[in-house]
């Protein structure tokens, strides 16, 4: 006897808006479905129709909140190099700080919901704990802690003050000490490991096969990260390797353990890139055109297409712009965030496991809807909706049951 | 294989081609590079399988992108190749420009399995049929959406009505 479950339309175990409809036979999941959306945001058509390109770079930030430095860090390279903007050696490398300390604070996150998400909720308030360290940070150097707002055409819009420098060395020093007993809770639990060890497997062929991103591709042994690959900004100087699980453990299996792996050592990968930074940041100026009007008429004048891509916590964004001669906005602006693409990868991973496996192995690719629908879902009314409190019992009566 | 390699291989086969530079970095300065390929619709599918043939690795399809023209839509089919090691990534761009009147493109989800969202959204989003893709629902809009109306055209059927919010927003 076969059951659709639907999980979702409003998230049960993300809290955010999409709908997996999972046909079961028993315990054992037997086909998935993906809905993404009912309510799409049209931020695209915002871009291409109301907004100057100065307004879509924050217009882009609003696409996430997590990941709010690569959305706009993907548009302003595109229509820097249409537009031929030289951008300032400081301003490169204060760009990529941010985007590390984006990096880090994300992961960390990450870690916290997938902790929740197995029923280990100390150790999500501790990761949590932990976490405050980098937003007190972000807060230091913008103002804010979410939104960064911190990007424009040809540089950056604040500086990192020498009175930061310090506040930021001693952050590192907080995580490069707190490292070890993160990793041991996430690593050498003996919970965690049963409920992720080979559960939702992604092997390297299906990555491939469907065009995977970020730490999800690179969990199922594939070296694909943009910043090696084809690095923008100052990344360069700094020779940034793709991380896979085999460093650690020796093995590669694709599972959900090992996409904890590849998180967990990426936010000491970047620690380095920021420690590096932090001690080879050349000075001078931040910003190549300080009067916006002269900016915005110049990107006006100009004519031509471009991609960009930036390696997001969870996998490389990518946008497209076209801009024409004369026209006021964006003529074409194409937006593909990570989740975007791994979606794709929920059925492989998912099929022949247990529905009280879902919730993690849906939350393994961290996934991001907001990124990827820009949209809210009201819909769906079905008799046998599972709540987000059943579907975490579910969860944690598993590991319960594990433990016994 | 590079970008001017691979770029090579198309001139060779008659397409129009196109390299696109960018120097980035500090203190070491490199170039990001893209190969831009005009095919026709008729040629995109044995465009894509060249390229699966001639790539050491598998290409990573990224998206595509559309613009509408007036009277013409454009379609650029994005890859990624090279990726894995230091410095090597480039992309390569497939772009397809057909007429409004005749507004289809051939299916790759054979050949290219990851392509299946970006044409389901290319056909609500554009207008554009895609012949052979086995998936016809809605991606990102309701089921409910009105025919007829596609948010990323520039035309009458652009998405002027459904779109009450931003109504007197300009002047």
Redesign the interface.
Known sequence: MKYEIPVGPIHPALKEPIMIKCTIEGERIVDVDVF?????R?I???G?N?NNPVQSIYTAEKICGICNFCHPSCLVMAVE?IVGFEVP?RA??IRVIQGELERIHSHLLWAGVAAHELGFDSLLHYVWMVREKVMDILELVNGQRVPKDVLMYGGVRRDIKEEHIPKIREMLKYYAEGFDKIAKLFLQDKTIKMRTREIGILTKEDA????TAGPTTRASG???D?R??????????F?VK?ITPDMLTGETLGDTYDRIVVRLLEVKQSMEIIEQALDEM?GGEILAEPKVMKVINQIKKSEG???ARHEAPRGEA?H?V?LKEGFEYL??W?V?APT??N??SWRPMLMDMQIADIPIVAASIDPCMSCT???TIV?DNRERVLTAEHLHRLSVQKTRRLMK | MNAEEIMQQFQEKGYEVRL?E?E???????K?K?VWVTVGRENLRDAVSFLQEIAE??P?????????LGDDV?L?Y?F?L??????????V?FKVIIPKTDLSVPSLTDI???I??SEREITEMMGVEVEGLPDKRH?????DFPEGVY??RRDETG?KET?KL?EG??P
């Not at chain 1, 491939?208 to 065009?211: D, E, P, Q, T």
């Not at chain 2, 990573?60 to 509408?68: G, K, L, N, V």
């Not at chain 2, 090279?82 to 992309?91: H, I, Q, R």
């Not at chain 2, 991606?139 to 089921?143: A, I, N, R, V």
Request: aromatic share 16%; glycine share 4%; with cysteine.
């Open positions: 993404c959306s009912q309510n799409h049209g695209e058509w915002i291409m109301r190099e050696e490169q490398y491939m096969k469907l065009a594939v070296k694909k943009v090696q690959d084809m690095p923008y900004y100052a990344y360069p100087d020779e793709a050349p297409e471009a991609i990518i497209y076209k003529y074409a194409k593909r975007y693409i979606i794709l629908n820009r949209v819909e | 696109s960018r980035t970095g500090v203190k070491n300065r490199v990001r893209g690795e598998y990573h399809f990224s998206i595509i992108s559309t613009a509408d454009e650029n994005h990624m090279g990726y894995g090691k230091w410095l090597e990534e480039f992309a761009t290219v399995p990851a299946i969202f991606l990102f809009l309701t089921p948010p990323w998405p779109n931003y927003w300009k």
